[in-house]
């Protein structure tokens, strides 16, 4: 069984249309092997309470809201790519030091809200110490990590806590030192196997805090596509041309879904724990797709993947991403945390310090063998003062998530598969 994910050319043609096709979210399910593999230890559940999958929920709901906003000033000829759970992760952190309006604020922005501090922290605590343990074939790393300067005071209790729910490194530095830079950047790329090389490019003066996250995922495919069947194909990108991209081929089993708007495919990573997810409109363009996305639609879309098996076409992209998210998180309801009104007297008790910049930094390589990825998020303080194949030949949107919960891992937009983006 397949679906095809693309209209006759003959259609295309007559209706100018440029389609989006969206790669969903990776997501961690239930143990199963692919077919042909050798014995592996199966890897574990991510079990959750009932209480920590509505928190799933409201990280989703955070993901898409976070996703609308940077795509809505996404060109139409850049991909994107970002890591809503690694902003999570960040933020999460940075709550432990907020007070007042402004942990109302990040509360609200983050969907936290209904939840104890407790609970979020023990949420995202089980998530770092489970998540690596689902398939012992997937790679996932997740790190976090607290610098300061050496001449700021911070809260001890603000320390502890993170260093015992989310197991960040705590580090008093010389932020004058150029060796600072050199350090931060290398536990970056150290954390993301090389993929993200560098968060900092230097210390502001009036910078003392740099609270950072890092996620790396490497899985192969259930089924891994014969590289002998990779050709150069067509990809219809939104500017009204075509650019000859690498496009990997294969009967492999995959879950479906379409209707007369677009057309879904899902293609599980090894033992059926993580997957990613492909959307392609049809009769609408990818950001006004996006535009319409909600945690409602999301997932009666993903409850209605049938189990298939078929030839797909897709294409192979590799590209990195970056943003920074002053702005969105602005417009989403955490604008007080960036001004001289932030309340983080729970980092320090005379208060004085505002987020300075949050950059987000994010990978993508997808091949014949499976995927890589890669995320960093940097929260910086400053002081106040047999059917038709599968074929994916339009821009698409594009999400990592876990299948048993649904936790969204990454999301993003390939309009042309050959960018390269900027590290």
Same mark, same amino acid.
């Given at each position: ?7 006759? &050319? ?14 969903? !979210? ?15 230890? *199966? ?17 989703? $709901? ?22 809503? #759970? ?13 007070? $007042? ?7 609200? @922005? ?7 501090? @407790? ?18 074939? @997937? ?11 050496? @001449?700021?005071?911070?809260? *001890? ?42 968060? !900092? ?9 740099? !609270? ?38 294969? &009967? ?57 098996? $078929? ?18 998180? &602005? &417009? #989403? ?53 047999? #059917? ?29 598969? !050959? ?5």
């Amino acid at each position: 069984m397949a679906i095809n994910l693309v209209k006759t &050319t003959h259609f295309m043609k007559n209706k100018h249309l440029l389609w989006s096709l969206s790669i969903l !979210l990776i997501t961690f399910t239930s143990c199963k092997k692919g077919v042909g593999d050798s014995i592996t230890e *199966p890897g574990m559940d991510l079990n959750l309470t009932p209480a920590e999958q509505q928190r799933v929920i409201a990280d989703n $709901g955070f993901t898409l809201k976070l996703f609308k906003n940077l795509a809505a000033s996404n060109t139409a000829v850049t991909n994107l790519l970002v890591s809503p #759970l690694s902003v999570n992760f960040a933020f999460g952190m940075v709550n432990n030091g907020s007070n $007042g309006q402004t942990l109302t604020a990040i509360s609200n @922005t983050m969907n936290y809200n209904g939840f104890t501090q @407790t609970e979020v922290n023990s949420y995202y605590s089980k998530l770092i110490t489970d998540l690596p343990k689902i398939d012992p074939q @997937t790679q996932i790393n997740i790190a976090n990590s607290i610098w300061y300067k050496q @001449t700021f005071s911070v809260i *001890p209790q603000f320390l502890a806590t993170n260093s015992n729910y989310y197991q960040a490194k705590v580090q008093a530095a010389d932020f004058s030192s150029p060796a600072t830079v050199t350090a931060i950047n290398q536990w970056v790329s150290d954390q993301t196997q090389g993929k993200i090389p560098t968060i !900092l490019n230097g210390i502001d003066a009036n910078e003392v805090m740099f !609270l950072i996250n890092a996620i790396y995922f490497k899985s192969a495919w259930s089924q891994k596509f014969d590289v002998a069947n990779t050709k150069k194909q067509a990809f219809y990108t939104n500017n009204a041309t075509t650019v000859q991209a690498d496009f990997m081929s294969g &009967t492999v089993e995959h879950n479906t879904y379409s209707d007369q708007d677009m057309r879904i495919l899902e293609l599980p990573y090894h033992n059926k724990k993580y997957s990613m997810v492909m959307l392609m409109p049809i009769t609408k363009s990818v950001k006004e797709m996006t535009a319409g996305l909600d945690s409602v639609k999301w997932q009666n879309w993903i409850s209605k993947l049938q189990s298939g098996n $078929g030839q797909v076409i897709i294409p192979k992209f590799k590209f990195s991403d970056n943003a920074t998210l002053n702005q969105p998180l &602005t &417009t #989403l309801g955490m604008g007080i945390a960036f001004t001289r009104d932030a309340d983080f007297t729970r980092i320090n008790a005379n208060g004085g310090v505002m987020i300075s910049e949050i950059k987000h930094k994010t990978y993508i390589d997808v091949n014949e063998e499976g995927t890589e990825a890669a995320a960093v998020t940097s929260v910086g303080f400053t002081a106040t003062s047999v #059917l038709a194949p599968i074929t994916i030949d339009h821009p698409f949107i594009f999400a990592i998530r876990e299948m048993k919960t649904g936790l969204i891992l990454f999301t993003g937009i390939v309009n042309n598969p !050959l960018l390269n983006g900027n590290q």
